[in-house]
């Protein structure tokens, strides 16, 4: 009998109970956001100049988020809505390794069902992406996207030519960890104390396994206390970091024993609203990059280090609209 990797994966997890990982993108050097005029920044980390800047893209409409492949050539936009009534396109693919950022290709993620039978469904709603995160090997996208029955609300799509290859249930983020045949995804979150609704509420450590193609989760465990944040296919020497988006708080701890490290409050350190996605620098393992609002006027690169809770560098931006990007991203 023969096992694929995924069936391997999951029956470790299930029998061993095996500590949990989180993994996050990111590398030193070369980041990327796209500013309010819809113009896409190459910013130098280290002296903080910005280096190159794109025509304004014609064809992007709300700016949700952008990913960026392994291999740090390709920029891909989710947009979400029209700018001023204007046409745009959900997800657009941009070459980084040319001079003038040129569009390589736009694709709309085409749903399997019949509108007309579908009453819940509109379809102009076909033109709207709230998400895209990039598999480990930079072959597939998981869009999170309106074209797809809300029963299977994410599109997974062939990276090169925008080819819808099926639809699932199971939501990708940003910074969750997929298996190596782009499977399995592992979510998992540390324990915390968050306030909703003017009540404290006590959140336990936890993880649940997917299987992403048979849209199904195989596995839900919490946790008191997390025995360590490692994956069970390698060890990492990054340290977890986790940010709660609704007190912008970010935990950090060591990965092999699940101790906690650090607790920053983003908003009391920057004085700025901070976006809820984070690069890691991980030529030293201590360094996030983030995109900040402090004024109306000006928004800002800010490097931190997580384990000295201190502001490393702040680098005045375009006003922003988009998280920001670093190039030659590695899995961590």
């Given at each position: 009998?023969k096992?694929r990797?995924?069936?391997?994966?999951?029956?470790?997890l299930l029998v061993?109970?095996?500590?949990?990982a989180?993994?996050v993108?990111?590398?030193?050097?070369?980041?990327?956001?796209i500013?309010?005029?819809?113009?896409i920044?190459?910013?130098?980390?280290?002296?903080?100049?910005?280096?190159?800047?794109?025509?304004?893209l014609?064809n992007?409409g709300?700016?949700?988020?952008?990913a960026?492949?392994?291999d740090?050539n390709?920029?891909?936009?989710?947009s979400?809505?029209?700018?001023?009534?204007?046409?745009?396109?959900?997800i657009?693919?941009i070459n980084?390794?040319?001079d003038d950022?040129?569009?390589?290709?736009t694709f709309?993620?085409?749903?399997?069902?019949?509108?007309?039978?579908?009453?819940l469904?509109?379809?102009?709603?076909q033109n709207?992406?709230?998400?895209?995160?990039?598999?480990?090997?930079g072959?597939?996208?998981?869009?999170?996207d309106?074209?797809?029955?809300?029963?299977k609300?994410?599109?997974?799509?062939?990276?090169?030519?925008?080819?819808l290859?099926?639809?699932?249930?199971?939501?990708?983020g940003?910074?969750?960890?997929?298996?190596?045949?782009?499977?399995?995804?592992?979510?998992?979150?540390?324990?915390?104390?968050l306030?909703?609704?003017?009540?404290?509420?006590?959140?336990?450590?936890?993880i649940t396994v997917s299987?992403?193609?048979?849209?199904?989760?195989?596995?839900?465990?919490?946790?008191?206390n997390?025995p360590?944040f490692?994956?069970?296919?390698t060890?990492?020497?990054s340290?977890?970091?986790?940010?709660?988006?609704a007190?912008?708080?970010?935990f950090?701890?060591q990965?092999?024993?699940?101790?906690?490290?650090?607790e920053?409050?983003?908003k009391?350190?920057l004085?700025c609203g901070?976006?809820?996605?984070f690069?890691?620098?991980?030529?030293?393992?201590?360094?996030?990059?983030?995109?900040?609002?402090?004024?109306n006027?000006q928004d800002i690169v800010?490097?931190?280090?997580?384990?000295?809770?201190?502001?490393?560098k702040?680098?005045?931006?375009p006003?922003?609209?988009s998280n920001?990007?670093?190039?030659n991203?590695?899995?961590?």
């Amino acid at each position: 009998m023969k096992f694929r990797f995924s069936d391997i994966f999951v029956f470790f997890l299930l029998v061993a109970f095996l500590p949990f990982a989180n993994v996050v993108i990111a590398t030193q050097g070369t980041g990327y956001i796209i500013g309010e005029d819809r113009r896409i920044s190459e910013i130098d980390l280290k002296s903080g100049a910005i280096t190159r800047q794109s025509k304004p893209l014609g064809n992007v409409g709300g700016i949700a988020n952008i990913a960026i492949n392994p291999d740090g050539n390709k920029l891909y936009i989710a947009s979400d809505r029209s700018i001023n009534g204007k046409a745009f396109s959900p997800i657009v693919v941009i070459n980084l390794g040319d001079d003038d950022f040129k569009q390589m290709s736009t694709f709309y993620t085409e749903p399997r069902f019949d509108l007309e039978n579908d009453p819940l469904l509109k379809e102009p709603l076909q033109n709207m992406a709230f998400r895209v995160a990039v598999s480990p090997d930079g072959t597939e996208l998981f869009v999170l996207d309106a074209a797809g029955p809300t029963s299977k609300p994410t599109a997974v799509v062939d990276a090169k030519t925008g080819h819808l290859k099926y639809r699932t249930r199971i939501g990708v983020g940003l910074d969750d960890l997929v298996s190596p045949d782009n499977q399995i995804l592992v979510e998992m979150w540390p324990e915390a104390q968050l306030q909703r609704n003017n009540k404290v509420i006590d959140v336990k450590a936890g993880i649940t396994v997917s299987n992403i193609r048979l849209s199904k989760r195989l596995y839900k465990k919490e946790f008191e206390n997390a025995p360590n944040f490692q994956p069970p296919w390698t060890k990492l020497d990054s340290y977890f970091i986790y940010l709660w988006n609704a007190k912008k708080q970010l935990f950090v701890y060591q990965r092999s024993t699940g101790e906690k490290v650090n607790e920053i409050a983003l908003k009391e350190l920057l004085n700025c609203g901070p976006d809820s996605r984070f690069a890691r620098l991980p030529e030293n393992n201590t360094l996030i990059a983030l995109t900040a609002r402090c004024t109306n006027e000006q928004d800002i690169v800010v490097i931190i280090d997580v384990v000295k809770a201190s502001v490393v560098k702040r680098i005045n931006v375009p006003k922003v609209v988009s998280n920001i990007v670093i190039k030659n991203s590695k899995s961590h």
